[in-house]
């Protein structure tokens, strides 16, 4: 089970000092968004570099930008040890996962609320992580879609046919709230921005999701 705090609501004058805030996670989330593939820009490649040689844990770059087959591998180049693409603007997921790996990253792929699993189920081989958007990729803090739950499901009964290694990521909307459910459809790593960088002590926002999924089901609720 690993937690990894999202960047987008940190404080972006500050980022050095909100990523040494995250030192106890397991990852940076790094959203790269390029106001094409999503509505909204945040940071590119320069940043990340920056970013990467300050980070007290590995950078998990999710990236929602057009035409990954192009820009992904420099993600990869500069360090981020998990990159994740979105199939929706890959031509090529599979060449492109393969290029990641091959540049020392983990590769991960992304689908969008509204994209389903299947088609892509024989990706898996060539993929250390899927990602399941569980909010309409753009923005932090909006509403988890409990909708996306069967295909958190589906992914990690995919993994297991496959018996391979590959990580499940939840990530828009998880929160003290939301985490368990997650966890218990078969999430592995759970992205959180607002509810991690908007609590008043960050730390203790992360020790308290990752208590939470610790031992999913096993506890007693009040
Ligand atoms: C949204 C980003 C998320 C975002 C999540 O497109 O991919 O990583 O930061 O923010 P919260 O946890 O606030 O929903
Ligand atoms: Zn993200």
Same mark, same amino acid.
């Given at each position: ?69 192009? $820009? ?7 360090? =981020? !040890? ?5 199939? +929706? #603007?890959? %031509? /090529? ?73 590959? $990580? ?7 929160? =003290? !709230? ?5 966890? +218990? #459809?078969? %999430? /592995? ?34």
């Amino acid at each position: 089970m690993q937690i990894s705090p999202s960047i987008l609501s940190a404080d972006f004058a500050n980022l050095e000092a909100d990523l040494l805030a995250i030192r106890s996670a397991d990852w940076a989330h790094v959203d790269v968004m390029d106001n094409h593939f999503v509505p909204n820009l945040t940071l590119g490649l320069p940043v990340v570099e920056a970013l990467v040689k300050v980070s007290p844990v590995p950078v998990d770059c999710h990236l929602m930008i057009d035409d990954p087959d192009r $820009w992904a591998p420099g993600y990869a180049e500069a360090g =981020a !040890q998990l990159v994740t693409f979105h199939v +929706e #603007a890959a %031509a /090529d997921p599979r060449g492109l996962a393969r290029t990641l790996r091959a540049a020392g990253a983990r590769a991960g792929l992304a689908v969008k609320p509204g994209t389903p699993w299947a088609p892509y189920e024989d990706l898996l081989p060539d993929l250390d992580m899927v990602l399941v958007m569980t909010v309409e990729p753009g923005f932090g803090g909006q509403s988890f879609m409990a909708d996306q739950l069967p295909k958190v499901r589906a992914v990690r009964e995919s993994v297991r046919r496959f018996g391979g290694e590959v $990580w499940v990521q939840v990530d828009g909307g998880v929160s =003290a !709230q939301t985490i368990e459910q997650c966890a +218990e #459809a078969g %999430a /592995d790593v759970f992205v959180a921005g607002s509810a991690v960088y908007g609590a008043d002590d960050v730390g203790e926002a992360i020790a308290e999701l990752r208590a939470l999924v610790k031992d999913p089901g096993g506890h007693t609720h009040s």
